[in-house]
T-cell receptor, first 112, second 114 residues
Framework: GEKVEQHESTLSVREGDSAVINCTYT??????FPWYKQEAGKGLHFVIDIRSNVDRKQSQRLIVLLDKKAKRFSLHITATQPEDSAIYFC???????????FGDGTQLVVKP | EAAVTQSPRSKVAVTGGKVTLSCHQT?????MYWYRQDTGHGLRLIHY???????EKGDIPDGYKASRPSQENFSLILELASLSQTAVYFC?????????????FGEGSRLIVV
């Protein structure tokens, strides 16, 4: 089955800098790549996604890039703020398939 | 905003005992899921359901049963709890099961088996 790997287990940045979290996947049939955020003691909530028919998507300070050839996708958070501190999970799934495979998460710490 | 509530939020169980984790959603979603999260790891799918009175196995179903008595409620049952089942369990719901459907998560149930 699909395996999603997150390269950074922890990431520390200064407030105002950009943060980049990288993920790779193994199944070339994967076509949908969501990102979820988990704040301390809470459940996950959706932040942004990208489908395989595009290679870039932006929502305010969040940018997702997808490189299908390399089977790699990344989340860029620009102008980071303390409230961006959380664990971020990347995930992958195939069309018409309810299986979503999650990475192990990246703990992002934004220092003032 | 979607609402998924889990109970209990925290539980200590003895090895060999029975544990039931409950999940209730008010989103009118068809799909419900149970995931397990181990420290430092991502989520793994245990069971899911797309209609009341029917459940499906996920990726790690061994040692777990699920029950979906109504569209709103989905339970995870550990008949004989084991130490290895110590984890945080998340319930989630979604409109449909197809790719691209956002999962709405509960806040988690921390289970410690001693």
């Amino acid at each position: 089955g699909e395996k999603v790997e997150q390269h950074e287990s922890t990431l520390s940045v200064r407030e105002g800098d950009s943060a980049v979290i990288n993920c790779t996947y193994t199944d070339t049939a994967s076509s949908y790549f969501p990102w979820y955020k988990q704040e301390a003691g809470k459940g996950l909530h959706f932040v942004i996604d990208i489908r395989s028919n595009v290679d870039r998507k932006q929502s305010q300070r969040l940018i997702v890039l997808l490189d299908k050839k390399a089977k790699r996708f990344s989340l860029h958070i620009t102008a980071t703020q303390p409230e961006d501190s959380a664990i971020y999970f990347c995930a992958a799934s195939k069309d018409n398939n309810n299986r979503i495979f999650f990475g192990d998460g990246t703990q992002l710490v934004v220092k003032p | 905003e979607a609402a998924v509530t889990q109970s209990p939020r925290s539980k200590v169980a003895v090895t060999g005992g029975k544990v039931t984790l409950s999940c209730h959603q008010t989103n009118n979603h068809d799909y419900m899921y149970w995931y397990r999260q181990d420290t430092g790891h991502g989520l793994r799918l245990i069971h899911y359901s797309y209609v009341a009175d029917s459940t499906e196995k996920g990726d790690i179903p061994d040692g777990y049963k699920a029950s979906r008595p109504s569209q709103e409620n989905f339970s995870l049952i550990l008949e004989l709890a084991s130490l290895s089942q110590t984890a945080v369990y998340f319930c989630a719901s979604s409109w449909t099961g197809g790719s691209g459907n956002t999962l709405y998560f509960g806040e988690g149930s921390r289970l410690i088996v001693v």
